[in-house]
């Protein structure tokens, strides 16, 4: 599994990015594939996700602000991130689990949000 992510970079406190990851495989049929963070020294963790069959979710502290959407035809899963905060300074990873009979994600590199006070 490849998973290619772009869209990070430099914005202004309550401006906007929209990150895109590319996938090599089929993403509809996948069990989960979501948007995670990562700041030094701290865990990685769910930013938004979206289960087989369409569920959606999101951490609390982006509610509202964020949204995770995919486009099936382009095997390409977004967040649309608005009114960024400092603390949504990270390094942004991509995440898929295949199928059921893969137990562990498979992850893209990483794109860093770097966001101005």
């Known amino acids: 599994v490849q998973l290619q992510a772009s869209g990070g970079g430099l914005v202004q406190a309550g401006g906007s990015l929209r990150l895109s990851c590319a996938a090599s495989i089929n993403i509809f049929s996948a069990v989960a594939i979501g948007w995670y963070r990562q700041v030094p020294g701290k865990q990685r963790e769910l930013v938004a996700g979206?289960?087989?069959?369409?569920?959606?979710n999101y951490a609390d502290y982006v509610k509202g602000r964020f949204t995770i959407s995919r486009e099936n035809a382009k095997n390409t899963v977004y967040l649309q991130m608005n009114d960024l905060k400092p603390e949504d300074t990270a390094v942004y990873y991509c995440g898929v689990r295949p199928s059921y009979n893969t137990p562990n994600f498979s992850w893209g590199q990483g794109t860093l949000v770097t966001v101005s006070s």
């Open positions: 979206i289960i087989k069959g369409g569920v959606i």
